[in-house]
């Protein structure tokens, strides 16, 4: 597995501090008391990325939707999904953002993991191949033979750039994809390291502003519209350990998930204060959706695409994958 969104800040004030914060065991004290749940975890350690996609987690902290389910959640940076498995594994975190495309190569090479709630949908431009003002490419077609960088390889960044060459006749062997984290990627896609990035927000926003970048091709269109982005996981061992901690988490998500689906301004005030992204830029950059509950027919969507593009070498059902909620 790769990681993703990982890398250091870009030279806009917009870029994010992807750096890795210092991780510890949740606290294990029982609660009998906590609103009568009787959680058998009352502090826990929650894995997430300083993006859009993770606004939640922060808005149900700030909004007390944790609080009231006598849970205490502490947010801890990562670098990303594929990166915080052995955390959540050994303990360090006991639940983590993860993207859908590593969760299911995850799942396929025998790891216990749960997806415990949804996060993040895509939506139009939100991941978008982005190219310099003063580029001669002017369709996919003309990416054959050229170098695009991706946050990461044989992920969410390839699997979607794929979709769009097959729709321009051409396949992955057609063009050179390169790592390369976001943050890096306009400047070195100035220097001459690489034809093309592909890029989601802030990014997006920061390189037309500061560079004049372009977009090339919408990357969530076609196979990929609507397509699913990232979730929140544990793992089996977890999920079996804390049921009653887990179910709190679960409701507490949905809520700060429905508040962030209806209300764009609570959004926008959120970001400035877990990511770099400051508040004319919050306002401004294409948001995806967050869906309230997780939804195997969507979900496997995802897992389908992978194994039709060979990053599955046999089919994975979602629905062993996905923790129910509690009744």
Known sequence: MTRTMRGHAIVVGVALA???AGCGGGGETANTSAGGKGLEKTTIKVGALPVPDAVSVYLANAKGFFKE??????????????????QIQSGALDISQTNYVSTFLAVSQGKKIKLVADMYQAAPNTFNIMVPKDSPIKTVADLKGKTIFVNNLNNIATLAAETQLKVAGLTKDDVKFAEKPFPEQGNAINSGQA???WMTEPFITANQSVFGFRKLADTMTGQTEDFPIA???ATEDWVQKYPK?????QRAIAKAQQLASSDRKAIEEA???YT???????SVITLGTYPSELNENRLQKVADLMLEYKYLTSPVDVKSVIAAPAS
């Open 276 to 282: 770099k992204i400051d508040a004319k830029t919050a």
């Open 195 to 197: 034809d093309a990035g």
């Open 69 to 86: 389910e006598g849970l205490t959640v502490e947010p801890v940076t990562i670098t990303g999904g594929a990166a915080a498995l052995p």
């Open 18 to 20: 992807l750096t890795l």
């Open 245 to 249: 901690t887990l179910a709190a988490f």
């Open 271 to 273: 970001l400035p204060k």
């Open 231 to 233: 979730g929140w996981m």
